[in-house]
């Protein structure tokens, strides 16, 4: 064994857990939930020690994946490593459609490519693979669809039982992903608050680990390889503002958690990117929260109305830390309408080969009225996520037939 090998074998520089309300530490050498004041618990890390023993050079060498960045990841040991061949995603230049909005730079972070074809894979991963060394046996998890896909998955991968709990119009696509990974998979009536109360509900009974979003730890920390990753792809500078769209809000925090690592282990410097809540004006908590000057959503949305189910999520637990990170990044929250993120969906996969998920397209939205309202300068870089590939949501286009049986009359085709 060459001692790269070694040193990235013994590489964990995780320190403590933190309570995100009261600061309050917290041992991490076992799982847990949320905090004893109920909010969601940050992973902390010695980061000296981090920084000491890897640089830029050395990571250029390592595999093109998540666990990459090993030494600001929770993971103990390399073969606890729960992976479906999570890989680096592209970011795509949209020269013609940052022209046609009036911007002048953007780019698209395509997460369609990763396993189960959605952003859920990063947190996933992280979380089965914590929770598998910490003997976890079954996991339960409420969800829009895509993280129970990726749940059902890596619990297949990491031989953990899987229950997973959606709303009941989650689109059959999804539903049947789901199942064919082998969860106990259940449609319940009502949005995912009704789900989260089935698996909170079931704790005891059914030995259930509950892996809501932010419930546990470690899905913030498979996630926080986005930001990680924009960096890398712009040569450790950053954008000056990120779309990103909203519903539990891990992601959000993910990334700006990353960016901040990374600048205290001084990887980048100067300001960092303006993190901009996407949402839609049928479930806008959070846009309603900032807009309001409030540092919480004081009551879940009600009535849930959109079809962009990614951001169906009425009141995020991780309220207080994305309305928390939107301010400190001096970004912003904006809501898009439902026929808007179609049009410009249909219009993107036409016009630039493009195909996002609606979530996706919401983001793209929300970046031409920035430009039009002046949010953002039409010089600033953004990037833009595609959280999911597009083929799992409906396409609403028509086929046409052909009678092969006739003469085909072909100056009518
Ligand atoms: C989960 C999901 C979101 C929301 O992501 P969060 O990090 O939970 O806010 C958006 N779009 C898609 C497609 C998703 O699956």
Not at 255 to 278: H, N, S, T, Y
């Amino acid at each position: 064994m060459n001692t790269s090998t070694l040193d990235f074998e013994k590489a964990c520089f995780v320190s403590h857990l933190e309570c995100s309300e009261t600061g309050s530490r917290i041992e991490a050498d076992k799982l847990h939930g949320l905090s004893t004041s109920g909010a969601p618990l940050l992973v902390k890390y010695d980061l000296i020690s981090a920084q000491n023993s890897f640089n830029k050079k050395e990571l250029s060498h390592r595999p093109s994946n998540i666990w990459r960045y090993r030494e600001l990841l929770p993971y103990k040991s390399t073969k606890d490593i729960i992976s479906l061949g999570e890989m680096m995603t592209p970011l795509i230049e949209m020269p013609l459609t940052a022209n046609k909005l009036g911007g002048e730079s953007l780019l698209i972070k395509d997460e369609g490519r990763m396993p189960t074809a959605s952003f859920k894979a990063r947190g996933i991963a992280l979380a089965v693979t914590m929770a598998k060394s910490f003997g976890i046996k079954k996991i339960a998890i409420p969800t829009a669809g895509n993280a129970g896909a990726a749940l059902s998955a890596y619990a297949a991968r990491a031989g953990i039982e899987a229950y997973v709990f959606t709303p009941e119009d989650t689109p059959e696509v999804t539903l049947k992903e789901i199942a064919f990974h082998g969860a106990k998979t259940f449609r319940v009536k009502g949005l995912i608050d009704s789900c989260g109360k089935v698996v909170n509900g079931g704790i005891d009974e059914m030995g259930w680990f509950d892996m809501s979003t932010l419930k546990e730890p470690y899905r913030i920390e498979g996630k926080k390889t986005m930001g990680f990753e924009i960096a890398e792809q712009l040569n450790w500078s950053l954008p000056d503002v990120i779309f990103y769209p909203t519903g539990g809000g891990t992601g959000i925090i993910a990334m700006w958690k990353a960016f901040k690592e990374l600048k205290e282990i001084g990887w980048i410097q100067g300001p960092l990117p303006r993190m901009v809540a996407v949402q839609t004006t049928g479930c806008a908590p959070i846009v309603h929260a900032f807009e309001n000057g409030s540092d919480s959503v004081l009551k879940p949305w009600n009535p849930v109305k959109t079809n962009v189910h990614g951001v169906r999520v009425p009141k995020p637990l991780g309220d207080r830390l994305i309305l928390r990170t939107i301010r400190e990044s001096e970004g912003f929250a904006i809501a898009v309408e439902d026929f808007e993120v179609e049009d410009s969906r249909i219009a993107t996969a036409k016009e630039t080969g493009s195909h996002l998920c609606p979530e996706g397209s919401a983001c793209l939205v929300a970046y031409q009225k920035s430009l039009r309202k002046k949010m953002i300068r039409k010089t600033d870089q953004a990037v833009l996520f595609n959280c999911a590939n597009g083929l799992k949501s409906p396409m609403p286009v028509q086929t046409l037939e052909l009678d092969v049986s006739e003469n085909i009359d072909y100056s009518k085709l």
